[in-house]
């Protein structure tokens, strides 16, 4: 069964970046859409990105766009998500979540396999 890992995550302050990885043991990411989702204390769980099997189509929630940015290393069986300018706002788990097949959206319900999650807690 794919198990996904997640790391990177840290307390920044406003306007800091962080670099969040998305890490497959064992099975190959190739043919999964893979997803970025977030969920602050007391709210739902919101997509924030997503990206196709080949890297070629990514989609962004309109509240990350320009700031947060998605991509895949093949070779590394990683998926990251660069986050810039982070704000409060941004505060939250990361989850990173798995789906079989070409593409894949914003919708949690989507995805078939999720990661533990790693805290990113953007304070001063």
């Known amino acids: 069964q794919l198990q996904l890992v997640e790391s990177g995550g840290a307390l920044v302050q406003p306007g800091g970046s962080l670099r969040l990885s998305c890490a497959s043991s064992?099975?190959?990411?190739?043919?999964?859409?893979i997803g970025w989702f977030r969920q602050a204390p007391g709210k739902e769980r919101e997509g924030a990105s997503s990206?196709?099997?080949?890297?070629?189509?990514?989609n962004y929630a309109d509240s990350v766009k320009g700031r947060f940015t998605i991509s895949r290393d093949t070779a590394k069986n990683t998926v990251y998500l660069q986050v810039n300018n982070l704000k409060p706002d941004d505060t939250g788990v990361y989850y990173c979540?798995?789906?079989?097949?070409?593409?894949?959206?914003?919708?949690?319900?989507?995805?078939?396999?999720w990661g533990q999650g790693t805290q990113v807690t953007v304070s001063s």
């Open positions: 064992g099975i190959s990411l190739d043919y999964y859409a």
């Open positions: 990206i196709s099997t080949t890297g070629e189509t990514t």
């Open positions: 979540a798995a789906k079989w097949g070409i593409l894949a959206g914003l919708r949690a319900h989507e995805y078939d396999y």
